[in-house]
């Protein structure tokens, strides 16, 4: 089992930055990809961006390139979510994911076998 709580949610204006960070427990957590997802009222949960075991490689939706960076520290267990430019159409829940071992996708929620509780992140207009 990998536990996964995330911090940093919060209220932000158009334009604003937001840092979220999920500390993981349990499992070696060095041995896991990472993503992020977004979930927004009436929407689908859908994928914000994905790291791998080392860091070397990183994937983001197209509506977040250049926004946000995925970034992790395996010494801490944690992987962040650094947030730019922020829009209103950002406002969702954010959720951590631990991606795995033997899936081999990126951009599919089934993809993810571990999940955090969520942090809302509001962008106001």
């Known amino acids: 089992q990998v536990q996964l709580v995330e911090s940093g949610g919060g209220l932000v204006q158009a334009g604003g930055s937001l840092r979220l960070s999920c500390v993981a427990s349990?499992?070696?957590?060095?041995?896991?990809?990472m993503g992020w997802f977004r979930q927004a009222p009436g929407k689908e949960r859908e994928f914000v961006a994905a790291?791998?075991?080392?860091?070397?490689?990183?994937y983001y939706a197209d509506s977040v390139k250049g926004r946000f960076t995925i970034s992790r520290d395996n010494a801490k267990n944690m992987v962040d979510l650094q947030m730019n430019s922020l829009k209103p159409e950002d406002t969702a829940v954010y959720y951590c994911?631990?991606?795995?071992?033997?899936?081999?996708?990126?951009?599919?929620?089934?993809?993810?076998?571990?999940w955090g509780q969520g942090t809302q992140v509001t962008v106001s207009s």
């Open positions: 790291i791998t075991t080392s860091g070397s490689r990183t």
């Open positions: 349990g499992r070696t957590f060095s041995n896991y990809p």
């Open positions: 994911a631990a991606r795995g071992l033997y899936s081999s996708g990126w951009y599919g929620s089934d993809d993810y076998h571990y």
